[in-house]
């Protein structure tokens, strides 16, 4: 007896062949059956005519760390299509929390109504399985959270004893779990270290078989020495490199794709195995601090907030804006103050939806003024969108097999705390997005291409067997979706908005997704 027969689906199986008609039969919660024509009796069939069976996909680069435990139902992923979510990323994970990263950890979780009750990656897991998530997750260690951790949020370098301690922590969450070892290098308290001091803790995370993740040190005017450092790390550390959210920021640096696409491929030439996942979108998202120069970032938000209340310290980073003005373009990946887009800032909901420019003119003052206001009055928690990048290059990245979707966003809900905010459109529409506007209408890939880039290719990288195929005892992760209407809804004004096109989605072997509807089902498990 199967627990599920779905019938008469178009399979694309996630290896790139041709999708082909097939009935697909599930029970104890893996495939048990693909087949011509199964006859077999289910507890239940799901007629398929008209759809695409694909693997749940996998969001390789996600930030849902917290926000699976506000709301396990996983919304804005599970609508996507997403059975299975790494977090943990951009070197920011949610654990180990020791030190000084305890408060930062806290702010954060604060504002969604959270308690932090754990402090390992064992206890934060552990609290994860507790209150159970409707799709899969794969936990990394991030460096920002163990440096954050043993040396604070200010500029130095570690003792022996301090880097063996990092190490130390690193393998510990390996042990406990993490999958990998994530990088924020653009990021406090991430961009004070050495490469040495990452490599040293990537080869901690190669001894566990895991990958190293990156938020690359500059993705705008240094993007290819960035990508050299990342290569340089994979090579030293002997470890899969997955660059994240590739792309190519500010407006001066959009001519140089095929210089970092040859890097790459030349890379994985020489033996270092270097992927990259993507975002389908022309804007990234950030907090408004890093527009700031590195020596005013320093000492963790609040201590930013109030460094940006003393008028003399004001006068110091104006000067700093009107003589560096292109470093500054280049944080924030901006050509203009239009360009910034604020999306979160609690105290000040009013704002959220509109760019510098416009508020500066709403409150009748500068721009640079109004940004340094936000920042105070959100000590340090405010966030934007940035529109850096350029369409064509979109497309050329997607296009390179070494690249796979991954969304770069959290699990939200249109409802709640999670509803809160005005978040980048990619949490809740980036795998329709591709298969709606970059498959369907822009043929920049196959669907089957497409699919391929969401499943397998991730599942190979982060070392997750049985997952990210259609194939019998493999586990029964699966999408299914309409080609012809598959669609993204979410946009930057209006975000919290489901996809359409993706009538179901099973979590091993679970009805999560069912005509559209979330089931409540929570079958997700730590992988
Ligand atoms: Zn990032």
């Known amino acids: 007896m199967l627990d599920i027969l779905i019938k008469n689906g178009m399979v694309i199986d996630g290896t790139n062949s041709p999708a082909f008609k097939v009935d697909v039969g599930i029970a104890e919660g893996r495939i048990a059956v693909v087949a011509e024509s199964v ?61 000084a990263i305890v408060e930062e950890a806290r702010a954060g979780a604060t504002s969604l109504g959270l308690d932090i009750t754990w402090a390992s990656m064992t206890d934060y897991l552990e609290r994860l399985r507790h209150s159970g998530t409707a799709l899969n997750v794969v936990p990394l260690v991030g460096h920002n959270t163990v440096r954050g951790a043993v040396l604070g949020f200010n500029d130095v370098q570690p003792t022996l004893e301090q880097q063996a301690e990092m190490e130390r922590l ?20 991430g961009f004070y270290a050495r490469t040495d001091e990452v490599i040293g803790l990537a080869r901690a995370a190669t001894r566990y078989g895991g990958i190293y993740a990156t938020h690359i040190r500059n993705e705008t005017n240094r993007l290819l020495e960035a990508v050299a450092e990342a290569i340089e790390i994979g090579r030293q550390a002997e470890i899969q490199v997955q660059i994240s959210h590739i792309k190519l920021e500010g407006y001066r640096n959009w001519e140089g794709v095929d210089q970092l696409l040859s890097m790459i491929e030349d890379a994985n030439s020489q033996g270092v195995r270097v992927g990259c996942d ?39 980073l104006r000067k700093d804006w009107e003589e560096n003005r292109a470093e500054w373009e280049d944080r924030g990946g901006m050509r203009d103050w239009t360009d910034l887009l604020i999306t979160n800032c609690g105290p000040r909901p009013d704002v959220q939806g509109k760019n510098i420019t416009e508020i500066a003119a709403d409150e009748g003052k500068d721009p640079l003024e109004t940004a340094f206001d936000l920042i105070v009055v959100s000590q340090g928690q405010v966030e934007c969108v940035c529109f850096g990048q350029l369409e064509d290059n979109v497309r050329i990245l997607m296009r390179h097999p070494l690249v796979v979707v991954g969304s770069d966003g959290e699990a939200l809900a249109p409802y709640g705390v999670l509803a809160k905010s005005k978040p980048h459109p990619r949490y809740y529409g980036t795998f329709p997005r591709v298969l709606g506007r970059y498959v369907r209408e822009e043929n920049v890939l196959s669907l089957e291409e497409a699919v391929q880039k969401m499943t397998s290719v991730t ?69």
């Open 39 to 99: 006859e077999q009796q289910a507890e239940r069939t799901i007629e398929a005519q008209g759809l695409h069976l694909a693997p749940g996909f996998i969001d390789p680069h996600t930030h849902s760390d917290l926000t699976l435990l506000v709301e396990p139902r996983a919304e804005s992923k599970i609508h996507q299509g997403v059975t299975t979510e790494v977090i943990g990323n951009c070197g920011g994970s949610p654990a180990p929390l020791l030190g």
């Open 170 to 189: 690193v393998a510990e969450a390996m042990e406990q779990g993490a999958r990998g070892l994530s990088t924020g290098l653009f990021y406090p308290p």
């Open 278 to 316: 993507q975002y389908p979108y022309t804007a990234g998202v950030s907090w408004l601090a890093y527009i700031l120069p590195y020596w005013a970032q320093a000492g963790g938000s609040k201590v930013v907030a109030e460094r940006l209340c003393d008028p003399e310290i004001r006068a110091r």
């Open 459 to 527: 599942a190979d990288r982060f070392g997750l067997t049985d997952r990210g195929v259609i194939r019998e005892s493999a586990w029964a992760d699966l999408v299914l979706f309409n080609a012809q209407t598959v669609a993204d809804k979410a946009t930057y004004t209006n975000p919290h908005q489901y996809p359409v096109g993706i009538p179901y989605v099973i979590v091993n072997g679970v009805v999560v997704i069912d005509q559209g509807q979330h089931t409540d089902a929570l079958p997700g498990k730590v992988l």
